[in-house]
């Protein structure tokens, strides 16, 4: 797997056995409490910070970490979040979290053994929160119910 990545505020993301497979990804606050982050959840925090600091950028931002994703952890793209999160102010650990948290989201996604989509359903909730404007909760719920082919031809309509 890859060792936790301890973030600037004191928040620790990595992998561990969830309800599918060993590649769920959790967050353990600083305080020390664990979670799982749900899609709906990062997704609302996410739109908050492209609202207020412009969807396009946080959008290109998100682009610029999801191209390079492959099956694991990179250490030079755990920079480039830390680096692009010093754009956004007083925002600066909230974007480095929940940008970590997504990409350790599609690496987990490029890892699962029968996924199709791989990362490209992650890049599809951003998109749909950032620049369609969707509601997190639209965004977390869509995929549900469509086939592989379906989603797939949607995501090429978008560029994807």
């Given amino acids: 797997m890859h060792d936790p990545t301890r973030l600037t505020n004191g928040a620790v993301v990595f992998f561990g056995r969830g309800k599918f497979d060993a590649w769920c990804v959790f967050l353990r606050s600083p305080e020390g409490k664990t979670t799982a982050p749900r899609d709906v959840a990062y997704f609302q925090r996410l739109k908050t910070i492209g609202n207020r600091f412009g969807r396009q950028k946080l959008h290109n931002d998100f682009v610029s970490v999801y191209a390079p994703t492959g099956k694991i952890i990179d250490p030079l793209i755990l920079w480039r979040i ?30 699962k053994e029968h996924a199709i989509l791989k990362k490209r359903v992650k890049r599809l909730g951003i998109h749909q929160i950032l620049i369609e404007d969707k509601s997190p909760e639209q965004a977390a719920t869509f995929s549900k119910g469509k086939s592989a082919n379906e989603l797939d031809k949607l995501m090429l309509e978008k560029g994807f």
């Fill in 82 to 111: 830390k680096q692009l999160s010093l754009q956004y102010g007083e925002m600066t650990d909230e974007v480095e979290q929940w940008l970590t948290v997504v990409y350790y989201g599609m690496v987990a996604e490029e890892n």
